[in-house]
């Protein structure tokens, strides 16, 4: 065999080892239920993506291409495989682009029927259940979605929603966003109805990283996308109660002071605050009555990390209590005993990272019904674009990952990029 053949195959093989062991560091970490690298494909036929999964697992979840748009509006045109471009190398061999598109009817995403994934190990949902997923991607543009199970609906009266042929009512259970209200961010998102939350029309348990992924053009010289690499992730503890976003294997402590005034958190604000009242014998100003119980927002404020004292009298003293979800500010008064007996409050800061999530995921109907699980985007009824740009890996586990865990993930994206295998 020539000497350049020789080392054509040398190559070629160390490529293949390094892939598959970047590819075991996913699968080998517990609770691993599936793992699409965008190199494994059906056998023969379509040649979809297939994801792994544990030994033993017959569902390899292959994933279709589908523009919901079609599917909803009844308008646009049917998507394929040839409208995810391929990059011909990732953190593990390859990525998929999910394009700006500028055709309003159409919204390409890939994704897993609900037909086939109900009951099975990515429909994670229901009591003690908890969930990571982790996201290897270059961001372009959005701040929309990556990953998960999120059918956001098409019930919402919107422009949008017009004309629309067909609606269904909000199925979110668990996805990984790239920031929302808070752009390149890893935000997760959590529902415990599938709906809305805190009467706002759109689902609010959500978290954001500290971390900001940078803005990075899809068709950039191929040196800086092979340093664009972010892994994004998110995890939700069912025994700690707590939403977190991860990038790069960090969280961080994320505060959104003044939440009363902020367009979307105003609404859990307010959910704290009726909590809050109803606590209390008489009725409060401010005080809704109708306001649904299950709907209250009030983390846990048993330990008091730190006071700060804003003002002081000998009978009177205004302060702001940090908890782990919360700061709040109380007015205290002095009884004939010497005690601090607070008298009034207000919520002045809550945390997005982690997020307090009480709930269980959102278990959809036994008859089948719920959303799918995409990648690159989702169902709902505004339409927008969303996130725009590379996607290497997802990957789905039954457990909140550690920080160690995440740390360790996260290093593949800070790795040299390898080349797909024929």
Not at 64 to 72: L, Q, R, T, V
Not at 91 to 114: C, S, W
Not at 289 to 298: H, I, L
């Amino acid at each position: 065999m020539h000497r350049t053949a020789i080392a054509l195959l040398l190559f070629s093989s160390s490529l293949f080892a390094e892939t598959a062991d970047r590819v075991a560091m996913v699968t080998d970490t517990s609770g691993c239920v599936a793992f699409w690298d965008f190199v494994k494909r059906e056998a023969g036929g379509a040649r979809r993506f297939t994801a792994h999964v544990p030994a033993g697992a017959t569902n390899e979840f292959p994933l279709d291409a589908g523009n919901y748009i079609k599917d909803f509006w009844g308008q646009g045109r049917e998507a394929t495989y040839a409208d995810f471009p391929l990059l011909g190398r990732g953190p593990f061999g390859q990525a998929i682009r999910i394009v700006k598109e500028t055709d309003a009817d159409f919204r390409p995403f890939l994704f897993v029927p609900r037909e086939r994934l109900h009951d099975s190990a990515i429909d994670i949902k229901g009591a003690g259940k908890s969930v990571s997923v982790v996201v290897w991607a270059v961001r372009e543009s959005g701040n929309h979605a990556l990953a998960g199970i999120w059918h956001e609906g098409t019930d919402l009266k919107e422009k949008s929603t017009a004309s629309i042929a067909k609606v269904e009512r909000g199925q979110r259970q668990y996805a990984l966003f790239t920031g929302l209200n808070k752009e390149g961010s890893a935000c997760g998102h959590v529902s415990e109805n599938g709906a809305s939350s805190f009467l706002n029309k759109y689902a609010l348990h959500k978290c954001n990283s500290v971390g900001i992924s940078p803005k990075v053009s899809a068709e950039a010289p191929p040196e800086v996308l092979d340093a664009a690499w972010q892994c994004f992730a998110m995890t939700f503890d069912h025994e700690k109660d707590e939403l977190t976003g991860w990038l790069n294997g960090k969280s961080g402590k994320r505060w959104l002071e003044g939440p009363k005034k902020d367009g979307l958190i105003s609404y859990a604000y307010n959910a704290y605050m009726q909590g809050h009242y109803a606590r209390i014998p008489e009725r409060q100003d401010g005080e809704d009555t109708n306001f649904p119980a299950d709907q209250y927002y009030n983390p846990p404020e048993d330990k008091i990390i730190s006071t700060q004292v804003l003002s002081e009298t000998a009978n009177e003293r205004e302060v702001i209590h940090e908890f782990r979800y919360t700061k709040v500010q109380v007015t205290e008064s002095k009884t004939a005993d010497g005690q601090w007996l607070e008298t009034k409050r207000d919520l002045v800061a809550l945390s997005l990272n982690p997020w307090w999530y009480p709930h269980d995921l959102y278990t959809p109907k036994n008859d089948g019904s719920g959303g799918p699980f995409t990648i690159g985007r989702v169902i709902h009824s505004s339409r927008s674009v969303g996130f725009t740009g590379w996607i290497g890996g997802v990957a789905v586990f039954d457990r909140a990952l550690s920080e160690t865990e995440l740390e360790k993930l996260s290093k593949i994206a800070q790795e040299k990029p390898v080349s797909a295998q024929p």
